[in-house]
Structure formats: structure tokens, C-alpha cells
């Protein structure tokens, strides 16, 4: 089972910046996918944006522009860069690979 710890979470003003980051265990790192999510209270879990193991990337229309995910496969890590936040991007964020969720991390946007 992967481990994955995310971090870089915080309140910020809108339109202000975050850098989240997610360490994973293990050595199938490399090989995969990983995908970052986030869920809003009384909202759904929706995916945000995603990372193949060639470093395609993928994004929720919501945040394209604004977001930038990448990978250091010799750190194990993949990162969420956030630009231009909203009010509506307040939400818990998990990584993802594989079945393994990491614990979350709260993104709260506010004035």
C-alpha cells in the first residue's frame, strides 16, 4: 500500500497563491499516474488534475489556467501549483494513486 502525505494547504486571500504538495512511498511512483482532487463541503469529490508518468497533465476546466500540476520522480512528489484563487476553490485537496488516497489537505480562500 502507498503512502501519501500531502501538505502546503492554508488560508489565503483571493487571488493569492499555494504550492501543495503530495510525498509518496514506495517505488512504483515513477511508473504512474497521479491525480489531485479536492471536495468542497456538501459537494462531491471532483477531480482536478492529473499527471501520467510521462508527465502528460489533465485539468478541470474550473482551474485550467490557474493550476499547474508537476512531478519530481526522484523525490517522489507531485505538486499542485495554485494561481488566481477564488472563493470557490476553498476545499479539502487529496492526491491520488492508484486505490490510495492521501489524508487531505484544507485550501481556504477568503477575504
Same mark, same amino acid.
Given at each position: #500500500?502507498?503512502?501519501?502525505?500531502?501538505? %502546503?494547504?492554508?488560508?489565503?486571500?483571493?487571488? =493569492? &497563491?499555494?504550492?501543495? &504538495? /503530495?510525498?509518496? !512511498? =514506495?517505488?512504483? *511512483?515513477? *511508473?504512474v499516474?497521479?491525480?489531485?482532487?479536492?471536495?468542497?463541503?456538501? +459537494?462531491?469529490?471532483?477531480? $482536478?488534475?492529473?499527471?501520467?508518468?510521462?508527465?502528460?497533465? =489533465?485539468?478541470?476546466?474550473?482551474? +485550467? =489556467?490557474r *493550476?499547474?500540476?508537476?512531478?519530481? @520522480?526522484? +523525490? !517522489?512528489?507531485?505538486?499542485? #501549483?495554485? @494561481?488566481?484563487?477564488?472563493?470557490?476553490?476553498?476545499?479539502?485537496?487529496? /492526491?491520488?494513486l %492508484? !486505490?490510495?488516497?492521501?489524508?487531505?489537505?484544507? $485550501?481556504?480562500?477568503?477575504?
Open positions: #500500500q502507498v503512502q501519501l502525505v500531502e501538505s %502546503g494547504g492554508g488560508l489565503v486571500e483571493p487571488g =493569492g &497563491s499555494l504550492r501543495l &504538495s /503530495c510525498a509518496a !512511498s =514506495g517505488s512504483i *511512483f515513477r *511508473f499516474a497521479i491525480d489531485w482532487y479536492r471536495q468542497a463541503p456538501g +459537494k462531491r469529490r471532483e477531480l $482536478v488534475a492529473t499527471i501520467t508518468s510521462a508527465g502528460g497533465t =489533465g485539468y478541470a476546466d474550473s482551474v +485550467k =489556467g *493550476f499547474t500540476i508537476s512531478r519530481d @520522480n526522484a +523525490k !517522489s512528489t507531485v505538486y499542485l #501549483q495554485m @494561481n488566481s484563487l477564488k472563493l470557490e476553490d476553498t476545499a479539502v485537496y487529496y /492526491c491520488k %492508484g !486505490s490510495s488516497w492521501g489524508q487531505g489537505t484544507q $485550501v481556504t480562500v477568503s477575504s
